[in-house]
């Protein structure tokens, strides 16, 4: 069975990763994971995607890549939704919010309940 519907989660949070793709196995919607930028980059630049959720931060250097993520896939697909998330709240991230602007800005942790109803809101479920 072909899923109609394509998310890409950009983390460096394997049980995150691996929690996401279970909460989304029975419904319409194929997961992608990326653990680094590269990845994610590669996989916006060969997969059209409904929405692209990534951390803030992650990777070795803890710099805000996920800000670089999301100016890539708006590059790539200016009507793909955007949703950033953070554990960080400082006014280094105010100012890439306004840089970036995703459609939603969550901080971690998020309940699944939360994802579900923002996907529902975006008519992704």
């Known amino acids: 069975m072909s899923k109609s519907k394509r998310i890409l989660i950009a983390d460096d949070d394997e049980a995150l990763l691996f929690a996401f793709q279970r909460l989304f196995n029975d419904a319409d919607i194929a ?3 990326a653990e680094s930028v590269d990845h994610a980059r590669q996989l916006i630049d060969n997969h059209p995607y409904a929405l692209v959720i990534s951390d803030l ?10 800000a670089e993520i999301i100016r890539h896939a708006r590059k790539k697909s ?4 955007t949703i950033l998330w953070t554990a960080y709240g ?9 840089e970036v602007r995703p459609d939603q800005v969550l901080t971690k942790p998020v309940p699944s309940e939360t994802i579900r109803d923002i996907l ?3 008519d992704l479920l």
């Open 31 to 33: 997961i992608d994971a």
């Open 57 to 66: 931060r992650f990777g070795d250097d803890g710099d805000e890549t996920g």
């Open 78 to 81: 200016p009507q793909t939704k």
């Open 90 to 98: 400082n006014d280094t991230v105010e100012k890439s919010l306004k």
């Open 120 to 122: 529902k809101e975006m």
